[in-house]
C-alpha cells in the first residue's frame, strides 16, 4: 500500500503540474480541441489519484486483496487513459486516441473491484 499511496501522490502532484502547464503553456500552442483532450487527462489523472489515496485509507479499513487489484486497474486507468491524451494532445499523432478507452475500461474495472471489495466487507 505504501507504493500504491506513493504512486497516487506523485501522480496527484503531476496533474497540478500538467494543469498548470496546459493552461500556461499550451494555450496559445494547441487547438481548443487539443487543448480539451489535455485537460481532460488531467481531471481523470486527478481524480483517480484521490480514489487511490482513498482505497489505500480503505484498505486500513477493511483489507481486502480486491482493493489492491482496484488500485491496480487505476494505475493503469492513469497511464493509459490520461497518458494517451497527453501524447495525443503533444504530437497530434492519432494512434494514441485508440489507447485511451482501454483506459477508460481500466477506470471502470478499479471501481466495479472497489464495489465488490465493499460488498464482501465486514461492515
Do not use: D
Amino acid at each position: 500500500m505504501k507504493l500504491i499511496l506513493s504512486f497516487a501522490a506523485l501522480s496527484a502532484m503531476l496533474s497540478v503540474v500538467l494543469g498548470a502547464f496546459a493552461a500556461h503553456g499550451l494555450k496559445n500552442q494547441l487547438s481548443e480541441t487539443l487543448l480539451s483532450a489535455f485537460q481532460t487527462g488531467v481531471h481523470y489523472q486527478m481524480f483517480h489519484s484521490l480514489a487511490l489515496i482513498l482505497v489505500v485509507v480503505l484498505y486500513r479499513q477493511m483489507p481486502h486483496s480486491l482493493m489492491i487489484w482496484s488500485a491496480g486497474f487505476m494505475i493503469a486507468g492513469i497511464i493509459l487513459f490520461s497518458g494517451s491524451l497527453y501524447l495525443l494532445a503533444l504530437t497530434q499523432v492519432k494512434w494514441f486516441g485508440p489507447i485511451t478507452p482501454l483506459g477508460g475500461v481500466c477506470f471502470i474495472v478499479g471501481w466495479a473491484l472497489l464495489l465488490v471489495a465493499a460488498l464482501k466487507g465486514n461492515g
